[in-house]
């Protein structure tokens, strides 16, 4: 998720460069690499942005449901229950 | 440096955004609450805010002579719009304040409800064709190959010289060819009329043809 993340961010920081390039030299290549790449560069990034919150939030909802069906820590902690005492062979 | 809005709102979004990119990739901060919305605002809206603008920003940018003129073999065709002692058609129009710095493509573009479409699908095809023809050859080589793909319509001359007014209609040519001109059958920039719009490109034309 952390990657995911990392790539996005990075990716972010190339869509960008290709704006603001085309914005800086607006000749034919750089504006239209940055209306067709830019812009896909762009979106995918913020696509994994999206995806990378949603895992997370799942993620921390699995947490939190497990913590909630765990028993109570005062059972957890309890010394185990003896059985009846053995007989005589 | 731009003089339009949107082509510095484009700037401020990046400006905004990088900064918050690169502290997330250098600092690899914990992913909590904080550094969510810090990421939302980098990778979410302030790039969204760039592209929006910058879009804006770069369709304006290629209906200016200067990005038409950007091609090697487009300059002659620039400088003489530019040139205010021209007297060719080109540079006549570009003196006009209504088509001023955007006068190629006031002329050259498609009109209508998809024209914009069309004219942007024929850019393209502009691109290719330098690409694939014209890149590698010099300005004076290039010339005499570079053509319209079809006659140039009357309807981009119609648009603002309407046909209507008395003035138009008292001119002999015009009185007995409103009907041609209209539907485009004679061409108002033919070379016994008011053409060509670009002189300099036809001279030796003749030579060259087969």
Redesign the interface.
């Known amino acids: 998720m952390r990657r995911l993340l990392r790539i996005s961010a990075a990716l972010t920081l190339l869509a960008l460069a290709l704006m603001v390039w085309s914005v800086l030299r607006p000749t034919p290549l750089p504006v239209m690499l940055a209306m067709s790449l830019g812009q896909a560069v762009g979106t995918s990034a913020f696509a994994m942005f999206g995806l990378a919150i949603l895992f997370d939030l799942r993620r921390s909802r699995r947490i939190r449901r497990e913590s909630l069906s765990l028993p109570p820590l005062r059972e957890l902690l309890a010394p185990p229950e003896r059985g009846p005492p053995e007989g005589p062979p | 440096m ?1 003089h339009d809005p949107f ?1 510095w709102a ?2 401020a979004g ?1 400006a905004l ?2 900064p918050i ?2 502290w ?2 250098v600092r ?1 901060p914990p ?1 909590v609450r904080g550094t ?1 919305i810090a ?2 605002l ?3 809206v302030f ?2 805010l ?2 929006g603008t ?2 804006i ?2 369709y304006e ?2 209906k ?1 002579r ?2 038409c003129g ?2 090697h073999v487009m300059t002659p065709y620039a400088r003489d719009s530019e040139d205010v002692a021209s007297p060719s058609l080109s540079s006549r129009h570009s003196r006009n304040a209504a088509f001023g710095a955007e006068n190629c493509y006031a002329c050259h573009a498609d009109y209508g409800m998809f024209g914009t479409v069309t004219t942007k699908i024929g850019g393209m095809r502009h ?1 290719y064709e ?1 690409l694939t023809h014209f890149r590698d050859l010099s300005v004076a080589e290039a010339l005499p190959r570079i053509h319209l793909i079809r006659p140039f319509p009357n309807g981009n001359c119609t648009r603002c010289h309407s046909t209507e007014v008395p003035g138009w209609q008292q001119i002999g040519d015009h009185a007995g060819l409103v009907d041609e001109l209209r539907d485009s059958a004679v061409s108002c920039v033919g070379g016994g009329c008011h053409g060509p719009a670009h002189p300099f490109s036809k001279v030796g034309r003749e030579e060259a043809a087969p």
């Open positions: 731009p082509a484009a700037l990046a955004s990088a990119v690169i997330y990739l690899r992913l969510k990421l939302l980098g990778i979410g790039p969204i760039t592209a910058g879009n920003a770069g940018a290629t200016t200067r990005f950007s091609c691109v330098y």
